[in-house]
């Protein structure tokens, strides 16, 4: 019987051509070849520095956009018009109102939930360690509002008030992460705290000071669903699609039609997700080792699948694993990524655009355009740190350790980055858009200002053998 040669020819050559299809097939290490791709990816994403970086060029692309020969086309985009309808409900807004109703809906959101994470067991859940950034970021609201009204006075430029309080905690931290590990734990810590506290303030000017007319039977409506999601947490639901239905389904859309800023209803939904554990750290540890030790005495299948009590034992460890991390912490992990990476850039580019028309001077002397930069770069400053001075003179706090003076007056040059939410509260402020271009203009010359600044004087505090970068 005649063979068959699979690889005619000169035989010596089949280890070889073995040995290559080998090579090509396996993998060199445990990593799969999508692994090795996006690994550099991940490293740039979990870089504390990457969001800051994103947003910023989103907005300078929106800058240039806007001063460009398809200026109307980059604006009109955001008027689309669409919406949804359901019976004989319908509802219709332009992009950039979704995108501000809407998409900025999730990142409150997440700022609830980290709000109420430092509440609990953060950095505001003491009030010795809680006590100095929160009066610092009462003196950096109140006296940025004060300074922007020394220049504005009329009836409709005064509305703007609120817009130089708001801190960009993203761009903040941001800015301070740049200098690495060399920058005292306790700055970051200080900084972070204020700009979460900042962040409840501006929550609450928001809700007090910037909505219409209120529609009380939307309103009512939405306080029955988040009545709802109060006892679903009392009675121990952890279910993060059943939040997500009363969330978004009843309390947001409820509050988007009542006249009280939607965003508001994303901070009050945050704050009934569960933030307990169904088992405490002992019990997971022992009921781990437990899982692990069978795991390991499990009888093995010797291929790339696992066997049927191997998959039951797996099973067990994800739903244990679950159980011990709050349902609270496990929507912040996940949604950040989103939030930092997709909502965020994508609010700065629909919002930082600024067309300059005519005479530039015209606008950046405007009483706005001042009020807002003198606000964020002067107001927050003198707030920061003068409040800190203050509180140190008269012993009522004491200061972090690690931390020296010129390290509050960097932070707060630091909260003079207004960006997100100064942009955010703009929007709600002003009707008029030449008072929207000179209250951006303002927003990105002190933020701008305020970034560099903060960082040179961080930067320069500490000891010449670290400054390096």
């Known amino acids: 019987m005649q063979s068959c040669e699979i690889f005619p020819g000169n035989h010596s050559k089949l280890p070889k051509i073995i040995l290559t299809l080998s090579f090509i097939f396996t993998p060199m290490s445990k990593k799969a070849p999508v692994d090795i791709l996006f690994e550099p990816i991940k490293r740039f994403i979990n870089n504390s520095t990457t969001s800051g970086i994103l947003l910023f060029s989103s907005a300078t692309l929106a800058l240039i956009l806007s001063n460009s020969p398809w ?16 019976n004989n409900f319908y509802i219709e807004k332009s992009l950039h109102h ?3 109703d809407g998409l900025m809906a999730v990142f409150f959101f997440v700022v609830g939930l980290e709000l109420k994470r430092e509440i609990i ?6 009030p010795r360690k809680a006590m100095l950034p929160i009066a610092c970021a009462i003196g950096g609201m109140v006296f940025p509002a004060a300074v922007y009204l020394l220049f504005n006075h009329s009836e409709y430029s005064s509305k703007g008030w609120g817009i130089p309080m708001a801190t960009d905690i993203a761009f903040a931290l941001g800015v301070l992460y740049l200098l690495g590990d060399k920058v005292p734990l306790t700055l970051k810590v200080f900084l972070t705290a204020l700009a979460i506290a900042d962040d409840l303030g501006a929550v609450l000017v928001i809700a007090l000071f910037y909505t219409s007319d209120i529609n009380i039977t939307s309103l009512l409506t939405g306080s029955i669903f988040m009545g ?3 006892i679903s947490n009392i009675l121990g639901v952890r279910s993060v699609l059943w939040y997500g239905i009363l969330g978004i389904g009843g309390l947001w859309l409820a509050f988007l039609m009542s006249g009280v800023h939607a965003t508001i209803a994303a901070v009050l939904a945050a704050f009934t997700i569960p933030a307990n554990v169904k088992i405490d750290e002992l019990t997971f540890v022992k009921r781990m080792e437990n899982l692990m030790q069978k795991f390991r005495t499990a009888r093995p299948n010797n291929v790339s699948t696992v066997t049927n009590e191997q998959l039951h034992i797996l099973e067990e460890v994800r739903h244990l694993s679950q159980s011990a991390l709050t349902p609270l912490q496990r929507l912040e992990h996940t949604m950040h990524p989103l939030v930092a990476f997709v909502i965020m850039p994508i609010f700065a580019l629909s919002n930082a655009g600024i067309t300059v028309s005519g005479d530039l001077s015209d606008h950046l002397f405007s009483p706005v355009t001042l009020g807002v930069m003198f606000g964020l770069l002067a107001g927050k400053v003198i707030g920061v740190a003068g409040v800190a001075y203050i509180f140190l003179k008269l012993k009522w706090v004491t200061m972090p350790a690690g931390l020296n003076f010129s390290h509050i007056v960097g932070a707060g040059f630091l909260a003079a980055v207004g960006f997100t939410m100064s942009l955010f509260i703009t929007g709600l402020a002003f009707a008029n858009p030449d008072y929207t271009l000179q209250a951006k203009l303002g927003i990105l010359v002190a933020s701008l200002t305020g970034s560099f600044v903060g960082y040179f004087i961080i930067r320069k505090s ?6 390096k970068i």
């Open 228 to 230: 709802a999601m109060i």
């Open 462 to 467: 500490l000891k010449p053998s670290i400054t």
């Open 98 to 100: 979704w995108i501000n």
């Open 71 to 86: 200026h109307d086309q980059f604006h009109h985009l955001w008027e689309i018009n669409f919406g949804f309808s359901f």
């Open 121 to 126: 067991a953060g950095e505001l859940n003491e």
